[in-house]
């Protein structure tokens, strides 16, 4: 029988993500005016980067997928090595992961870009969250749209 040490890591628990990115997008009308917003978190859970950006007229789904293309070039750019993303968008999360289609070809070129950057991490996962636990990210979009609003 081999003496297993209190302090070592059990093989299948895998390292924290080096970063967390809660993202969203809106439109106001679908098309219209649109937003995205990211917040980054760091392992410990601490906010370390938000971001933001009026994209001009465009759908929902073209903003959640600006949204997902920010955290990614955040990500890259900063040199994480992995990077874990919650999204409200439940289209946008089963696409990623391979179980819809992305069927409109204005989704495409973005799905591909992400799809791109995504093999360029070492670990990335993509979950959906209830629109409840991604406010802040929420917020960030209206805050964007509410100060474009003349």
Same mark, same amino acid.
């Given at each position: 029988?081999? /003496?297993?040490?209190?302090?070592?890591?059990?093989?299948?628990?895998?390292?924290?993500?080096?970063?967390?990115?809660?993202?969203?997008?809106?439109? !106001?009308?679908?098309?219209?005016?649109?937003?995205?917003?990211?917040?980054?978190?760091?392992? /410990?859970?601490?906010?370390?980067?938000?971001?933001?950006?009026?994209?001009?007229?465009?759908?929902?789904?073209?903003?959640? &997928? *600006?949204?997902? @293309?920010?955290?990614?070039? &955040?990500? @890259?750019?900063?040199? &994480?090595?992995?990077?874990?993303?919650?999204?409200?968008?439940?289209? @946008?999360? !089963? /696409?990623?992961?391979? /179980?819809?289609?992305?069927?409109?070809?204005?989704?495409?070129?973005? &799905?591909?870009?992400?799809?791109?950057?995504?093999?360029?991490?070492?670990?990335? *996962?993509?979950?959906?969250? @209830?629109?409840?636990?991604?406010?802040?990210?929420?917020?960030?979009?209206?805050?964007?749209?509410? *100060?474009? !609003?003349?």
């Amino acid at each position: 029988m081999t /003496q297993k040490s209190l302090f070592q890591e059990p093989p299948h628990r895998a390292a924290a993500y080096a970063i967390k990115a809660n993202i969203d997008g809106g439109a !106001r009308g679908n098309p219209g005016p649109a937003a995205y917003g990211v917040v980054i978190r760091n392992a /410990q859970g601490e906010i370390i980067d938000e971001i933001a950006e009026y994209l001009g007229i465009k759908t929902n789904n073209f903003a959640e &997928y *600006s949204g997902l @293309l920010a955290a990614l070039e &955040y990500a @890259l750019r900063e040199k &994480y090595p992995s990077l874990k993303v919650v999204s409200d968008s439940e289209l @946008l999360v !089963r /696409q990623m992961k391979g /179980q819809y289609r992305v069927k409109n070809t204005g989704l495409l070129e973005l &799905y591909e870009r992400a799809r791109v950057m995504v093999r360029k991490l070492e670990r990335f *996962s993509i979950d959906h969250v @209830l629109r409840e636990h991604n406010r802040e990210a929420d917020r960030l979009v209206n805050k964007v749209l509410d *100060s474009r !609003r003349g």
